[in-house]
């Protein structure tokens, strides 16, 4: 009896171990079901640019938040920014850094300058807990047709110097080097026909050879909204993805969208020099809001939102049906008011988000979020504005104009753009704030021989912002000691509530 009773308790025991095994295999395979279903094969991951030219800089631990709440796990930089890598350090976020072109010469010429960027660039981030860099993006579109060739000697040369000191640090299997190029290194009227410039074949010959033997995609940036900035004949619903009247018919294909012939330029170049197989990730694209006549706020979420829709279905191109691009990064994460408006005023306003982290329309990232969510606790200056005084002669106002637009951005008021036909006195109240909040408001700035005042009333009309500007500053929060004992008060309450509960 009593060892029948044992072997009746061991075969129930047993029994109840089978069921638990057998329920642990179970959820082993939904574990795997679910782990494949939340990385389907081919899916594109969509990134951003994170650019910081700009005169109102964000924290860089604000925007990594900013980064995090929209479930955006992958960036870009245009520079190894310490400031910006240590803000991404545990993040889990990938980054991809950037060497400037201006820097490709000197790494070209010196395997200890190479040792020495990756050393003081990838190495001390890349550990437990560190910053996730994994591509490092030598030079940006350096073989750009303005360039005139002046950087296009120094690209392959730098890759393999770099190459080599990633290898010297262990670091060659987990960090791949890429070249960023714009879409100017191809060319064709059909896409099937796709060819690099004839003068870039040789290099662009060892530049896929090198990114293929490294596991490397090959890293292009396409722009719509310049085809049909540039080219007034340009089919504008061809830029976007809602369908076109003016289809691109090539042989039996036929493109409904810029985006995806010019892909398909792309593959048919590749394919010439036999890669055509190689694996693309699109490293800048998106809309700009204001600056021009076609850039503005439906236009962009349209597009975007056209784009990450496209993408994420997984449709491919006619010529990589089914394969959409590895990832795509848009540009950009926020406006970038201080950069060049050489290609013009709307270089300064790709931002899904204004230069302070809000949003500036609703779009799907497709990351999980069905909005954007806007920047948490951003440190604005006090709310004031500069403006021109009412009561003052403004005709001699010129050269402080001048002086203020060159400083600041002033790019909303010319034509096209969001401020223009705010009148003469509007322009030149914009024109000051501007300048004021460039110089943190300090208050001889909205001087201007005794031409402006200061208000505390938002001067902004419509769609024109006038803004208030934001403080990087670290220290400021030395200045807000109310911040660190909020916490500490709300961390004693729980505390305490910890305890009553019982
Ligand atoms: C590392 O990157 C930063 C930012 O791009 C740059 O200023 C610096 O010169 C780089 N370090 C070396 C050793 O080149
Ligand atoms: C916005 O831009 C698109 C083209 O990019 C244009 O068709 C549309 O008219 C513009 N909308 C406004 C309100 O200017
Ligand atoms: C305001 O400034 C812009 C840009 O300089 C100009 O195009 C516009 O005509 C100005 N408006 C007036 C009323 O002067």
Known sequence: ????????????????????????????????????????????????????????????????????????????????????????????????????????????????????????????????????????????EPFLTSYSGQFQSFVVPALLNLQQSLVRANLAGYVKLVVPCNADAYESSLPSQGAFRPELTQIMTQLVSFLNSNGSPFIVNIYPFLSLYGNSDFPQDYAFFEGSTHPVTDGSNV?????????????AALNKLGYGQMPIVIGEVGWPTDGAVGANLSAARAFNQGLINHVLSNKGTPLRPGVPPMDIY?????????????????????????????????????????????????????????????????????????????????????????????????????????YYQVQMQNAQSCDFDGLGMVTFRDPSVGDCRFLVGVTDSKNSLAFRPSHRWTTIWTSILWGMWFFLRF
């Open 330 to 434: 848009l540009f950009s994460l926020l406006d970038e008011e201080a950069k060049s408006t050489l290609p013009g005023n709307f270089e300064r306003h790709w931002g899904i988000f204004s230069f302070d982290g809000q949003a500036k329309y609703a779009l799907n990232l497709g990351l999980g979020n069905r909005l954007l969510k806007n920047a948490r606790n951003v440190e604005y200056l006090p709310s004031r504005w500069c403006v021109a005084d009412p009561s003052k002669d403004l005709t001699n106002v010129a050269n402080h104009l001048r002086i203020a637009c060159g400083a600041a951005d002033c790019t909303t008021l010319d034509y096209g753009g969001s401020c223009n036909g705010i009148g003469a006195k509007g322009n030149i109240s914009y024109a000051f704030n501007s």
């Open 1 to 140: 009896m009593q060892l029948k009773g044992t072997h009746k308790a061991l075969f129930f025991l047993h029994k109840h171990k089978m069921a638990r095994l057998s329920r642990t295999l179970l959820y082993l395979i939904l574990a795997v079901i679910l782990i494949i279903g939340s990385f389907p094969v081919g899916e594109s991951a969509i990134g951003v640019n994170w650019g910081s030219i700009s005169v109102h800089r964000l924290m860089p631990s604000t925007v990594v938040d900013l980064l995090k709440d929209n479930k955006i796990k992958k960036v870009k930089l245009f520079d190894a920014d310490p400031d910006a890598l240590k803000a991404l350090m545990g993040s889990g976020i990938e980054v991809m850094v950037g060497i400037p072109n201006e820097m490709l010469a000197a790494l070209s010429s010196s395997t200890d300058a190479s040792d020495l960027w990756v050393r003081q660039n990838v190495s001390r981030y890349v550990v437990k807990g560190g910053a996730d860099i994994r591509y490092v993006a030598v030079g940006n």
């Open 255 to 267: 493109y409904y969208n810029a985006f995806d012939g010019n892909l398909d330029t792309l593959v």
